[in-house]
């Protein structure tokens, strides 16, 4: 990766609605070669996706919980069950394998605390060993733009 994809990849993070134009113009290149660099960029696997962010109160998603997993069954086929069961469940956003005294954690949005407890209900289909929530009060920073130096 040289400077310029560096520049196009910190422009499409910050607005991915800009136009191949608009994005030539920033960086000082013509369509075509702005337009086979995107492309470069979409077949590496450096850029992912292009999405919409939209705001979880405005949709009525206001209550955002992280979820810590803790599970006595470290084994592949419970693996593959939880895997299967988090991958079903809308509203779950994130979820890590964590190496510590927590071995999973989720981030998920619902409406409401009756939201949480039905993602409660389906997150137990796949046996938990021990399971705690913490709700977000405020959120203090939230991005997704890496920092590309």
Same mark, same amino acid.
């Given at each position: ?13 910050? =607005?991915?609605?800009?136009? %191949?134009? $608009? ?11 702005? #337009? ?6 979409? /077949?590496?696997? *450096?850029?992912? $996706?292009? %999405? /919409? ?17 803790? /599970? ?5 086929? #419970? ?6 069961? %988090? $991958? ?14 927590? =071995? ?7 409406? =409401? ?18 399971? /705690? ?6 959120? *203090? ?9």
């Amino acid at each position: 990766m040289d400077t310029a994809d560096k520049n196009l990849l910190r422009l499409m993070q910050a =607005d991915a609605s800009l136009s %191949v134009a $608009q994005l030539a113009d920033k960086t000082a290149m013509s369509k075509s070669a702005c #337009w086979r660099r995107i492309q470069k960029l979409e /077949t590496d696997g *450096i850029i992912r $996706q292009r %999405v /919409t962010l939209l705001n979880a109160d405005r949709v009525g998603l206001g209550l955002t919980v992280f979820i810590s997993i803790r /599970t006595n069954q470290h084994n592949s086929d #419970w693996a593959q069950r939880f895997n299967d069961v %988090v $991958q079903g469940i809308e509203g779950v956003l994130e979820v890590y394998r964590l190496g510590g005294q927590i =071995d999973y954690l989720i981030k998920a949005v619902v409406a =409401d605390m009756a939201g949480y407890d039905r993602l409660y209900q389906r997150l137990i289909e796949a046996d938990l060993f021990d399971v /705690t929530a913490s709700f977000v009060m405020e959120e *203090i920073k939230s991005t997704t733009v890496l920092p590309i130096r």
